[in-house]
């Protein structure tokens, strides 16, 4: 037992780095302090005890008075230093106010809420290169200038390089203001920005902002910020100029009909994409700011005369209190706000298809749109929402409904087809035909294992094939694929590991996992597949049901920013024919009520008004 237990020590000393208990610290300190430190230590050391280095001190030393402080004596009487007097600093008010800022915003201690544009342009350059490190930050941009008036009156520009458009800086910022004025215009004092911003600058975005918190999110923004002397408030132009992916096709919500648009990285293009899809003028887009470093834009979009006004204020309510640094995309930003984090089932619907957002907004539903990301959030989500398909409106009704119909069931193969497998082949062998039964008994007959370590060896390869595909770029991604997941089973079943009936489970689960048309819900039922296997391996068909019974409770207890997340069915509620099956577009009058929106009637009782008989085919 002592030769294991030193065994086991010996190699978690190679495994495991143990630094030395006594490590140096690396501390920058002052140099003048750390000198002094040097000679107080080298002092205590070798016990000198005065300036003239005559005398030592040790233990013993009469000289050391009791009641003095640890002060010295020299000639029986006790050396006080002198004070010395501290010289008047010669800095002025403005100065030493700059100073004592600089310190601040040095020590991050400085809340630029509070700091406003100074008058003075050189006290808000040096602000500006405190906050920006300049001159060691090489894409922040100061360019000095002079405006042409009677008596030129000196200014410049911020902006960050690669975020704005030097084209539009250059045409519609510098120019118009170095060309030089008519001679008989006579502006005030301090009203220069105000002039300057009503006269000279064709921009069609331009603000007088006095905080530094406001105009340096602009400024991030691929904003340009024009300082004058003189004026305690600061001009911003609009000249974002970045690059951007233009708009393209939706890669995982593809359909056959319908447009072939989906959202971009670009939060302004994103909203556009909308609101060329809904030309409303109730659609409203609100602006909030998350995360403390790279304070991102999230905007809120909603039909004001439509929507529930509760929804609305809790959504904004939920964002504006995240405290964060960095909130990069709109997945990162769902799991900040849905209900259940730790279920199953995402409650937040996510979509990167313009039309789908405004066929949710039409029915009173809240979006939100994170800039940098290309898909979009839509509350509140339910179980129904998450399962239903652009396509299904695009086509026909008989076709729409085949195919909700067959995501049904691949929702329910993809789940409980291995479980049944397991509980037919270990408890249930009545279950199946006795020629059946005896072909899978006789393809088990070489296979050495459990059916249980084989469903989950084979589900492991699958879900890495999986995520292998995913990770290969382009085409080869899809053919790894298919020839792994070929040559994979054959290998195994002419190996005698697994049987041949197994790999058709595992093949028709998988594909059923890739008909459900959300990602987020069919990855959260991949993993409850393995739940059901493992009840299913204990406890055959009675586990199963177990499972399926825990399964319902969690879902009929889920709740989407306050709507349940089985309704319409539980609590059941008044709805249009548009639930699981979907009923004729003429048909669909009234909006879900569970959302409570504020004009309940999708359309009149008589929409066809072409018909001549408005019951042929119809309601009345």
Known sequence: MKLLQQLGKNIAKI????????????????????????????EKETGSSNGDGDSKYTGNDKNKVKGTGGKKRKNGRCQIKKPVRVAKSSLSVKEQELKNIEEEIKQKNFDFEEL???????????YLEIIYSLPKNKDIIIREFYIALEKPLKAFVLFIDGLSNADIINNSILKPLMV???????????EVAEYIKEHLLPGHDVKLLNKYRQLL????????????????????????????????????????????????????????????????????????????????????????????????EEVKKRISSIKTDYVGVAGVLEQFIEDSPFMFSPQILTTERPDRVVSFLVEGHVSIIVDGGPRVLIVPATL??????????????????????????????????????????NYHQEMIPTELLL???????????????EIFAM???????????????????????????????????????????????????????????????????????????????????LGISGGLFVLLLSMVNMKSFGVPFLAPVSPKTTTGPDVI?????????????????????????ISRGWLKNPRQGGKK
């Open 15 to 42: 495994l495991i780095f143990n630094g030395s208990k006594e490590r140096e610290h690396f501390i920058i300190t002052d140099n003048n302090n750390s000198s002094q430190g040097k000679e107080t230590n080298k």
């Open 581 to 605: 099956l979907r009923g004729p577009v003429w048909s669909m009058e009234r909006r879900v009520d569970y959302l409570k929106p504020l004009d309940t009637r999708r359309q009149p009782k």
């Open 217 to 312: 999110d602009f400024v991030n923004y691929g904003n340009t910020a024009i300082f004058i002397e003189g004026s305690s408030q600061c001009l911003v132009v609009e000249t974002k100029g970045w690059e951007r992916r233009s708009v393209g096709k939706p890669e995982v919500e593809q359909v056959i009909l319908g447009p072939h648009e989906a959202f971009n990285e670009t939060l302004r293009s994103n909203t556009g994409l909308i609101r060329k899809a809904l030309r409303n003028e109730n659609l409203i887009t609100e602006m909030l700011k998350i995360g403390s470093r790279n304070r991102i834009d999230v905007a809120i979009m909603y039909l004001e005369d439509l929507a529930n006004p509760q929804l609305v």
């Open 439 to 453: 072909s899978i008994a006789a393809s088990r007959a070489t296979v050495p294992f459990p059916t249980i370590f």
């Open 116 to 126: 406003s544009v100074n008058s003075s342009l050189e006290v808000n350059k040096r």
């Open 384 to 425: 129904f929402s998450l399962m239903h398909s652009a396509e299904d409106y695009y086509l026909r009704l008989p076709y729409g409904n085949f195919l909700r119909v067959l995501r049904i069931f691949a929702l329910f193969i993809s789940i409980l087809t291995p479980a049944a497998y397991v509980s037919i082949v």
């Open 180 to 190: 030089l004025l008519d001679e008989g215009v006579k502006i005030k004092h301090g």
């Open 459 to 541: 589900e492991f390869a699958f879900e890495l094939i999986r995520e292998a595909g995913v990770r290969v770029p382009g085409v080869i991604g899809n053919t790894i694929g298919i020839v792994g997941a070929l040559i994979l089973g054959q290998a195994a079943v002419q190996a005698g590991i697994v049987s041949p009936i197994l790999i058709i489970v595992i093949a028709i689960t998988g594909l059923a996992s890739f008909a459900i048309p959300n990602f987020s819900i069919s990855f959260g039922f991949r993993g409850i597949r393995f739940i059901f296997t493992i009840l299913a391996a204990f406890f055959g068909i």
